[in-house]
């Protein structure tokens, strides 16, 4: 989202957060509301989509796509958190925001975009035990199992983020907070997700067969793919040294992480999952005979 910077009301001393343009040109500003907004209608078309067609068709009712699901809901909050207001900032130059508002917003942003990383770790995780375990899967992997998985993400992602405090005088206590809260949410998901991948691997490469090698890798392909991109960008944002970068850079990477890695997630999910796109064909093919 774009950088705000702080300005203080001369009335009662309250704060509020000024939205900072991405130009001082208004007719490249209004040549940039449209391009956001197509990106963001085809972040939620996508992540629409995926959770449409878990829920019509009934063979996608399995617990990796109930995780799919899952993340593709949170994709849509949290871009949603942040998107509108940005567009309604590029319509107006002047455009306030309280300061409760603005922490409410950083907070679920946050906690959404936490939440998000911890669900890769899971997703990981569910990916060892079908592999590593097959004949126990159904025991260790419930519904039940799986549903408190996700609202455990929740609740840990939320608890580590009421640490942030958003500074009423020096922005140097909030961005310790974050950094430190940064390492923890990427640091502690990242450590499960290389600890699952390693036993995956080892049981991959004692399958003596290419063909029932390639099964898993085509299970895991999409998920690994998704877990390099978030992070990598994630450290990027989140992780570099403030001093190394200017307000311009942290922005252009915050829009990245917002924009690129959300609507990447998406496509690569149905692209390389074979039972979404073969779904996908059906329910196309459908549509388009009931209109004929």
């Known amino acids: ?18 939205f900072q343009p991405f130009s001082t040109v208004p007719e490249i500003q209004y040549l940039i509301f449209p ?8 972040i939620l078309s996508g992540n629409i989509s995926i959770l449409s067609i878990i829920y019509i068709v009934n063979s996608l009712h399995t617990l990796m796509n109930f995780f799919l699901a899952s993340l593709s809901f949170l994709e849509i909050c949290y871009t949603t958190m942040v998107v509108p207001p940005m567009l309604a900032s590029i319509s107006d130059f002047h455009r306030k925001i309280p300061l409760v508002n603005c922490a409410l917003q950083m907070f679920f942003f946050t906690s959404l975009g936490s939440t998000d990383c911890f669900m890769l770790a899971v997703m990981a995780y569910d990916r060892y035990v079908a592999i590593c375990h097959p004949l126990c899967y159904t025991l260790i992997m419930t519904w ?9 993400s929740l609740i840990l992602a939320i608890v580590l983020c009421l640490q942030r405090i958003l500074a009423w005088a020096d922005t140097q206590i909030h961005q310790t907070v974050l950094y430190n809260v940064g390492i923890m949410v990427l640091t502690i998901p990242f450590l499960l997700i290389c600890i699952s991948y390693v ?7 004692q399958i003596k067969s290419t063909l029932g090698r390639h099964q898993p890798f085509s299970t895991c392909s999409s998920h690994l793919t998704v877990v390099i991109l978030q992070y990598g960008v994630c ?10 970068t200017s307000e311009d850079d942290d922005r252009n990477l915050a829009l990245i992480y917002t924009f690129v890695t959300t609507l990447l997630n998406s ?9 979404i796109k073969q779904a996908l064909r059906k329910v196309m093919k459908k549509m388009v005979t009931s209109q004929t």
């Open 35 to 42: 391009f956001f907004l197509l990106l963001y209608l085809i």
């Open 1 to 18: 989202c774009p950088i705000m910077y702080l300005t203080i009301t001369n009335w009662n001393n309250a704060y509020e957060f000024l």
């Open 199 to 205: 036993y995956i691997m080892a049981a991959i490469f």
């Open 235 to 244: 450290s990027l944002v989140y992780l570099h040294p403030k001093s190394s």
């Open 267 to 275: 496509l690569i999910y149905t692209l390389r999952n074979k039972d």
């Open 144 to 152: 039940r199992v799986c549903i408190w998985l996700v609202i455990g």
